[in-house]
């Protein structure tokens, strides 16, 4: 048996290919795939060959080294399962994390997760990424009431906002300058929306909030965007840095806008977070990632309804070059399903 998966071969461009499948081994699971979310920012900098793509300062501006694979949350039916394996079994329904794009995966045990009740495999192909938003929020230990703002809304920031509504947080103001997102953001529960290249943006927020924003997640990875959150901020309020900063070319008046207020940055990436245990605001991947199938089964939140475009694997060469080439790209899901076997 074959299995097919993506694979970015150089800068821009994605193709596929076939190998065999191996058995999993002891620990492992195998792992039919249905459906993979593309993760539009992590993916594009892998697929461009950014070459601040790794957190490690050790290796910041490397060259980037191609062949890569990515395609980290994903969701599909248990076919195997390697010696020792005691959590899941064939024919369970699953969230995989830490996968790729392909057909069949081969993963830890602890990297798959029995969906909910009420969950579909859209779901749970949506259910690592949205642990990304749950954590920066447990950070900032929003309480009910605060004030929020997303900075961005792509899936990360769409995501963030339908949580911090889940969370208590009022009102909740989504921000992004491309008005079809501003309106989805709306109608999963986003109080205010505000374009950020309106020329009284920050007038706009003060007005909704005149005291200033308690918590802000930043998902843009936009170093003018930090700045302008900045400026809507509460005296001693918390801005989650969730979207990845990659470039250092950008500078903040430190000691107007964070140091005199007391304003927390507070580090949002998914990998500063604990590995086994959960404790107040610092929850484990497994952990996030089971409350949020929990939300979603229960209709707290929604997830298979957030996405725009569904496209079959074949297409992955296109989609991708789409992804490589335009700035504003729609969330999108390949279905593995529309594969032979």
Not at 8 to 29: C, M, N, Q, Y
Not at 194 to 214: H, L, W
Not at 252 to 278: C, F, M, W
Request: glycine share 10%; with cysteine.
């Amino acid at each position: 048996m074959l299995n097919t998966y993506i694979t970015f071969t150089a800068p821009g461009k994605a193709e596929l290919f076939e190998k065999a499948i191996d058995p999993p081994g002891p620990g492992k699971v195998l792992v039919k795939t249905c459906y993979s979310t593309i993760s539009s920012g992590t993916e594009r900098a892998n697929l461009t060959g950014n070459p601040n793509i790794s957190i490690d300062p050790k290796s910041a501006g490397a060259p980037a080294v191609f062949p890569r694979t990515v395609g980290y949350s994903s969701s599909g039916i248990v076919c195997a399962v390697g010696e020792n394996v005691r959590s899941v079994r064939e024919g369970d329904l699953v969230a995989v994390s830490w996968g790729i794009h392909s057909r069949y995966q081969t993963v830890s045990e602890a990297n798959v997760h029995l969906l909910e009740k009420g969950n579909t495999l859209r779901d749970g192909a949506l259910g690592l990424i949205g642990t990304f938003p749950l954590a920066a929020i447990r950070k900032c230990r929003l309480e009910i009431g605060e004030s929020a703002i997303v900075m961005g809304l792509g899936v990360l920031g769409l995501l963030a906002v339908q949580l911090l509504r889940a969370a208590g947080a009022y009102p909740v103001i989504a921000v992004d300058p491309v008005p079809e997102k501003r309106e989805k953001a709306h109608l999963l529960g986003a109080d205010f929306t505000a374009d950020p290249f309106a020329p009284d943006f920050t007038e706009q927020i003060r007005a909704i909030v005149p005291n200033g924003v308690r918590v802000a997640v930043e998902v843009t990875g936009n170093g003018k965007a930090l700045d302008q959150v900045l400026d809507c901020m509460a005296r001693f309020g918390r801005v989650a840095l969730l979207g990845c900063t990659r470039s250092s070319d950008f500078t903040i008046d430190y000691y107007r806008k964070v140091h005199g207020p007391g304003i927390s940055l507070i580090g949002a990436h998914t990998n500063a977070r604990p590995q086994e245990e959960s404790s107040p605001g610092m929850w484990t991947t497994r952990d996030d990632l089971r409350t949020l199938l929990q939300l979603a089964a229960n209709g707290r939140i929604v997830l298979e309804s957030m996405v725009e475009e569904t496209h079959s694997p074949m297409e992955a060469p296109e989609v991708f070059g789409k992804l490589a080439a335009e700035k504003h790209f729609p969330i999108v899901q390949f279905d593995w399903t529309l594969l032979e076997d």
